[in-house]
Each structure stands twice: as structure tokens, then as C-alpha cells.
């Protein structure tokens, strides 16, 4: 945690284009990098409420090191607090991850905010019919 905190230079882009070696996953993979479903089904609904009105995920990318990405996550329950997740890939792996929540830094498996951010970048951009959940398409007709 240290160590990503020193980190200070990074650029926002849209999530969509960012990371284009990030490894596409199945959601068997990602159930072996989670080690469990409930971090993948609370990905899939974190990452539809990360994007915002322009339709885009937000992600920071680190300008020292292209393989390292930052997202701000709002947790759902707890006073819809902010968290910093922080996940580090090569082409063939994630490589490591942390994210500030309590839950965040388990030595197995992952918490639903890493989740959500290796769910967007391995699954949904390539699917993006995985991002339309009924609420978000009610949410759509509703600003039309």
C-alpha cells in the first residue's frame, strides 16, 4: 500500500480505451482470481454504477508505469464512502492489486472493488451487453 501511495502522476482516460493488453478473462478466470462468485456479482453492478453519464468508466493510468491503473470506487453501503483500488497487470496476469477498503488487502482472493475494475477491463468491454442491467436500461428511457 506503501509503495502505490507514492506514486503520484497519473492520467484519467475512459476505461474502454485504456489497458489494451489488459488479458481478456472468462468469468471462470476471474472466479479463480476472486476465489468465489460474490465479488463478481458485486463487480458487474459496481462497475454499471463507476460509469458515468457520458457512458464512460473512468480509470487513472500511471504515467511512470502503463501496467498500473487507479479507480476511485464508491462503496454502496457505508455512506457511499470513496475508495482507491489499484490493480498491476502484464499481458498474461493480474500481477497485484490492492484497494483501501477493510476488506482490500486479503492475501487470498480479491474484495468486489478490485473486482469490478478486472470485470470492466477482461469481460464487459468486450461484452458490452454485460453492462445492461434492467435498472440501467429503466435508468436510459427514463432520460430520453
Not at 22 to 42: C, N, P, R
Not at 82 to 109: F, H, Q
Request: aromatic content about 10%; proline content about 2%; hydrophobic content about 35%.
Amino acid at each position: 500500500d506503501k509503495e502505490f501511495k507514492k506514486i503520484k502522476n497519473w492520467t484519467k482516460i475512459d476505461a474502454h480505451d485504456a489497458a489494451p493488453d489488459f488479458l481478456a478473462l472468462s468469468e471462470i478466470e476471474l472466479q479463480d482470481i476472486t476465489i468465489g462468485v460474490f465479488q463478481i456479482k458485486q463487480a458487474k453492478s459496481y462497475s454499471t454504477e463507476h460509469i458515468n453519464e457520458d457512458g464512460q468508466y473512468e480509470i487513472l493510468v500511471s504515467t511512470d508505469n502503463s501496467n498500473l491503473l487507479r479507480a476511485n470506487i464508491q462503496f454502496k453501503h457505508s455512506n457511499r464512502k470513496n475508495y482507491n483500488v489499484i490493480v498491476e497487470y502484464n499481458r498474461k496476469a493480474v500481477t497485484g492489486y490492492c484497494c483501501e477498503c477493510p476488506n482490500g488487502n486479503r492475501t487470498v482472493g480479491c474484495c468486489s472493488h478490485v473486482a469490478s475494475i478486472m470485470w470492466y477491463l477482461g469481460i464487459a468491454r468486450y461484452d458490452t451487453k454485460k453492462l445492461n442491467t434492467p435498472s440501467n436500461s429503466y435508468i436510459i428511457t427514463l432520460k430520453m
